[in-house]
């Protein structure tokens, strides 16, 4: 197709005043993408990781306490070195969870809690009673002796984010650690590591957090503990830097697709995001056997807010739903109808699908196409509610809005994929399940959808964008915005409740492991990325220097000088 010299003189008598949202060119060079090295001597670290995971292993059994045993998993967890020790967690979290947990509330508060947070973390059955020895004998609040016990107040904290809804020992444990960790006569005792550690789990609790960035940032944090185990040191620092040097060949390849596809000139009006995509897929799924997955997941979040552009900023009401219909039809043939910003939209589209199904065999192929193509359809006609509730200025209720922003979202499109990506297993009854919006792809959906509003809503009410919840609350109960963002952050704590008990209780027999995680990341992304703002669309120069130090900057291990 050769470019036109104009988008509105392909639809006729159109006379439409195109908005922009002024989003600001990416602040990334991708000509330098094919620069990036990760200088790895590869034979050699791999040989030195299976010495150092050996000797980590004989850490975890040679019958080191419990208290000790508990610790270490928690960290190689947090250093994002579960998968490397499946066996031996698995083996230690089913002894646990089968005894009454005597030894481990004999251990104290911080072992307690450590030992709720990873028994829900990796699926098996525990029970909040578990704290009932902390607390009164009505077990309404936790002991006033154990208010001075910082580290195990952090770790109750932590723990309490795990809670399945209703768990009233929850909440009560989650209000006493803040009430004691923020105690103003608190600031006089506290150790400057313990200081920084309580303001980061204030600000993102554990089980909210990013892993992969988790375990970036604790490989400095772990350094410099009590008790650092050597060994697990100098594994996570050459591990993070062997997926890292996957990554950045990675991102090197989406650079090189997006320059091609060269949306970003010929659409402008849209957001250039790639590297923060990547950085996002990235966050979602980090494992480095799924590089495919990670190549087609940055491809899908480009085009999705490419056309999620489209639909709210420059296209008439005409253009998208006419847009809509041929997406709902896959009409390949009319695509002749469509401008021609629209007429790429759909090519870059295609060849995406196309390039997902070509990785499958046939027979999942023939299977799947047809669901894939419904979920962009649904995706579409959510995007075209919105556009239709802008031009007409109406604001929903609370609960048509939702309805309908949940699929907005794209949560759906990218975790339908993902399933497909990751390799999981391929029939019609899963791929109808997926389509039919289940729990483990409605909640995430919701997060997201919810996590943005709170970062976004007060720009896209200046910029005369469509309602977002907040909006939608405030017009319904007439509350206050602030009144409003304290009952959506309500609605995003409850989403996450039901998300954990989801994930431990129902999900596991219908999904793999993999799948499971990859939809919880979606959410903990969310968390991320609009904490302090929309990462997306504005980075903040936090975002950036998050993205320089897990996918540009490599750490530095002197190897030779092992002191252990």
Same mark, same amino acid.
């Given at each position: 197709?050769?470019?036109?010299?104009?988008?509105?003189?392909?639809?006729?008598?159109?006379?439409?005043?195109?908005?922009?949202?002024?989003?600001?060119?990416?602040?990334?060079?991708?000509?330098?993408?094919?620069?990036?090295?990760?200088?790895?001597?590869?034979?050699?670290?791999?040989?030195?990781?299976?010495?150092?995971?050996?000797?980590?292993?004989?850490?975890?059994?040679?019958?080191?306490?419990?208290?000790?045993?508990?610790?270490?998993?928690?960290?190689?967890?947090?250093?994002?070195?579960?998968?490397?020790?499946?066996?031996?967690?698995?083996?230690?979290?089913?002894?646990?969870?089968?005894?009454?947990?005597?030894?481990?509330?004999?251990?104290?508060?911080?072992?307690?809690?450590?030992?709720?947070?990873?028994?829900?973390?990796?699926?098996?059955?525990?029970?909040?009673?578990?704290?009932?020895?902390?607390?009164?004998?009505?077990?309404?609040?936790?002991?006033?002796?154990?208010?001075?016990?910082?580290?195990?107040?952090?770790?109750?904290?932590?723990?309490?984010?795990?809670?399945?809804?209703?768990?009233?020992?929850?909440?009560?444990?989650?209000?006493?650690?803040?009430?004691?960790?923020?105690?103003?006569?608190?600031?006089?005792?506290?150790?400057?590591?313990?200081?920084?550690?309580?303001?980061?789990? =204030?600000?993102?609790?554990?089980?909210?957090?990013?892993?992969?960035?988790?375990?970036?940032?604790?490989?400095?944090?772990?350094?410099?503990?009590?008790?650092?185990?050597?060994?697990?040191?100098?594994?996570?620092?050459?591990?993070?830097?062997?997926?890292?040097?996957?990554?950045?060949?990675?991102?090197?390849?989406?650079?090189?697709?997006?320059?091609?596809?060269?949306?970003?000139?010929?659409?402008?009006?849209?957001?250039?995001?790639?590297?923060?995509?990547?950085?996002?897929?990235?966050?979602?799924?980090?494992?480095?056997?799924?590089?495919?997955?990670?190549?087609?997941?940055?491809?899908?979040?480009?085009?999705?807010?490419?056309?999620?552009?489209?639909?709210?900023?420059?296209?008439?009401?005409?253009?998208?739903?006419?847009?809509?219909?041929?997406?709902?039809?896959?009409?390949?043939?009319?695509?002749?109808?469509?401008?021609?910003?629209?007429?790429?939209?759909?090519?870059?589209?295609?060849?995406?699908?196309?390039?997902?199904?070509?990785?499958?065999?046939?027979?999942?192929?023939?299977?799947?196409?047809?669901?894939?193509?419904?979920?962009?359809?649904?995706?579409?006609?959510?995007?075209?509610?919105?556009?239709?509730?802008?031009?007409?200025?109406?604001?929903?209720?609370?609960?048509?809005? =939702?309805?309908?922003?949940?699929?907005?979202?794209?949560?759906?499109?990218?975790?339908?994929?993902?399933?497909?990506? =990751?390799?999981?297993?391929?029939?019609?009854?899963?791929?109808?399940?997926?389509?039919?919006?289940?729990?483990?792809?409605?909640?995430?959906?919701?997060?997201?959808?919810?996590?943005?509003?709170?970062?976004?809503?007060?720009?896209?009410?200046?910029?005369?964008?469509?309602?977002?919840?907040?909006?939608?609350?405030?017009?319904?109960?007439?509350?206050?915005?602030?009144?409003?963002?304290?009952?959506?952050?309500?609605?995003?704590?409850?989403?996450?409740?039901?998300?954990?008990?989801?994930?431990?209780?129902?999900?596991?027999?219908?999904?793999?492991?993999?799948?499971?995680?990859?939809?919880?990341?979606?959410?903990?992304?969310?968390?991320?990325?609009?904490?302090?703002?929309?990462?997306?669309?504005?980075?903040?120069?936090?975002?950036?220097?998050?993205?320089?130090?897990?996918?540009?900057?490599?750490?530095?291990?002197?190897?030779?000088?092992?002191?252990?």
């Amino acid at each position: 197709m050769e470019p036109r010299s104009s988008f509105e003189d392909e639809i006729p008598n159109q006379t439409f005043a195109r908005r922009s949202a002024n989003y600001q060119p990416s602040s990334w060079d991708y000509t330098s993408l094919h620069t990036l090295s990760n200088t790895l001597k590869e034979e050699v670290n791999d040989r030195l990781a299976e010495e150092l995971m050996q000797e980590v292993r004989n850490q975890i059994n040679d019958g080191i306490k419990l208290q000790r045993q508990l610790e270490l998993i928690e960290a190689i967890d947090r250093l994002g070195l579960s998968s490397l020790f499946h066996e031996e967690i698995y083996r230690v979290l089913s002894v646990l969870s089968l005894n009454n947990y005597k030894e481990v509330i004999l251990c104290g508060l911080r072992s307690t809690a450590i030992c709720f947070q990873l028994l829900r973390r990796f699926g098996f059955q525990i029970s909040e009673g578990i704290f009932d020895d902390f607390m009164d004998g009505d077990h309404n609040t936790f002991l006033p002796t154990l208010s001075d016990d910082l580290i195990g107040l952090l770790s109750l904290y932590n723990a309490s984010y795990m809670a399945f809804p209703g768990e009233k020992k929850m909440e009560s444990a989650r209000s006493f650690a803040v009430k004691n960790m923020t105690r103003k006569n608190m600031q006089e005792i506290l150790p400057g590591s313990i200081e920084s550690a309580i303001g980061h789990a =204030l600000d993102l609790p554990l089980h909210r957090r990013m892993p992969w960035m988790e375990a970036r940032m604790y490989i400095d944090v772990y350094e410099l503990e009590d008790g650092m185990s050597p060994a697990l040191l100098h594994l996570a620092k050459i591990h993070f830097n062997k997926v890292q040097s996957i990554h950045q060949k990675e991102l090197n390849h989406a650079g090189s697709w997006w320059t091609r596809l060269d949306l970003g000139k010929t659409i402008s009006f849209s957001r250039d995001r790639l590297i923060e995509c990547f950085f996002y897929v990235v966050g979602i799924v980090h494992h480095p056997d799924y590089g495919f997955c990670r190549e087609k997941l940055t491809q899908v979040g480009m085009l999705i807010a490419t056309i999620d552009d489209v639909y709210d900023v420059y296209g008439s009401l005409e253009e998208l739903e006419l847009f809509t219909q041929i997406i709902d039809r896959w009409d390949i043939k009319g695509v002749v109808e469509l401008p021609y910003y629209m007429k790429i939209c759909f090519s870059a589209l295609n060849d995406t699908i196309n390039g997902v199904a070509n990785h499958l065999y046939v027979d999942d192929r023939l299977e799947a196409i047809p669901y894939i193509k419904r979920v962009w359809a649904d995706l579409f006609k959510s995007f075209l509610v919105e556009a239709k509730w802008h031009k007409k200025g109406y604001i929903p209720t609370l609960k048509e809005y =939702l309805s309908n922003a949940s699929i907005s979202a794209a949560g759906h499109v990218i975790l339908f994929l993902a399933y497909i990506l =990751l390799k999981c297993k391929i029939t019609k009854e899963t791929l109808q399940l997926l389509q039919d919006f289940p729990n483990i792809i409605r909640l995430p959906s919701l997060v997201f959808r919810l996590c943005n509003d709170l970062a976004t809503s007060s720009v896209e009410q200046e910029r005369g964008d469509v309602a977002t919840s907040v909006q939608c609350y405030m017009k319904e109960t007439g509350a206050s915005e602030e009144e409003a963002r304290m009952y959506i952050s309500m609605l995003i704590s409850d989403a996450w409740n039901d998300m954990n008990e989801e994930y431990s209780t129902c999900s596991k027999p219908q999904f793999p492991q993999r799948f499971i995680d990859a939809s919880i990341n979606l959410a903990r992304m969310a968390s991320f990325m609009y904490q302090h703002g929309d990462g997306f669309s504005a980075p903040s120069h936090q975002i950036k220097g998050s993205i320089k130090s897990l996918l540009l900057n490599s750490i530095s291990n002197n190897l030779n000088e092992r002191d252990m």
